[in-house]
């Protein structure tokens, strides 16, 4: 059982440069999330998409763009990299009860 | 004031210990809350969920949650090597609301 697949799970940025981050899940869940995790922040819910067709911004949005390509992909994109944005990133899915989510293993970005 | 706090440790215990950890919330609307426990470089895992105020047991673990004090607790007994992790207690107003999470207490219990 995959779960959620995240990819790449390392990168090193350049300011200004841009990158996709790729996530699927197949548990077949509705929900979809991206989640940045720095040191005593923990978990910024950057965007997030209720079902196919439909993205929301959470907390920390600034600088990012998703897609919901279709029921199993999320991607999260940064169109021109800051150092600020040095993190790590976290996908997750749920099913329509968001009790529980589900996170892949994360991305570790490093923008120089 | 964030609105889920808790004390980020580190918290370093001796084998079969008993740990409390601990979250405290601003939003009374809250009503799910979980605990998770994310192993370094690994993404988070759900270990339980709690609806309303009131304790929940499995096995080790014990989750209290006491919205007239706006806490919550989440207590490991005898505690083991492999509990080390950081623990993020997360919360929810409604089943389909966006969750949200406090960022962590490390734990390290010492064989």
């Known amino acids: 059982n995959a779960g959620v697949t995240q990819t790449p799970k390392f990168q090193v940025l350049k300011t200004g440069q841009s990158m996709t981050l790729q996530c699927a899940q197949d548990?077949?869940?509705?929900?979809m999330y991206w989640y940045r995790q720095d040191p005593g922040m923990g978990l910024r819910l950057i965007y997030y998409s209720a079902s196919e067709g439909t993205t929301d911004k959470g907390e920390v949005p600034n600088g990012y763009n998703v897609s919901r390509l279709n029921k199993r992909e999320f991607s999260l994109r940064l169109e021109s990299a800051a150092p600020s944005q040095t993190s790590v990133y976290f996908c997750a899915s749920s099913d329509n009860m968001n009790t529980e989510a589900f996170f892949g293993q994360g991305t570790r970005l490093t923008v120089v | 004031q964030k609105e889920v706090e808790q004390d980020p440790g580190p918290l370093s215990v001796p084998e079969g210990a008993i740990v409390s950890l601990n979250c405290t919330y601003s939003n009374s609307a809250f009503q799910y809350f979980m605990w998770y426990r994310q192993y370094s470089r690994k993404g988070p895992e759900l270990l339980m969920y709690?609806?309303?105020?009131g304790n929940k047991e499995d096995g080790r673990f014990t989750a209290q949650v006491d919205k007239s004090s706006k806490y919550i607790s989440l207590f490991i007994r005898d505690s083991q090597p492999s509990d080390s992790a950081t623990y993020l207690c997360?919360?929810?107003?409604?089943?389909?609301?966006?969750?949200?999470f406090g960022p962590g207490t490390s734990l390290s219990v010492i064989p």
């Open positions: 709690t609806y309303s105020s």
């Open positions: 997360a919360m929810l107003r409604t089943s389909y609301d966006k969750v949200i």
């Open positions: 548990m077949n869940h509705n929900s």
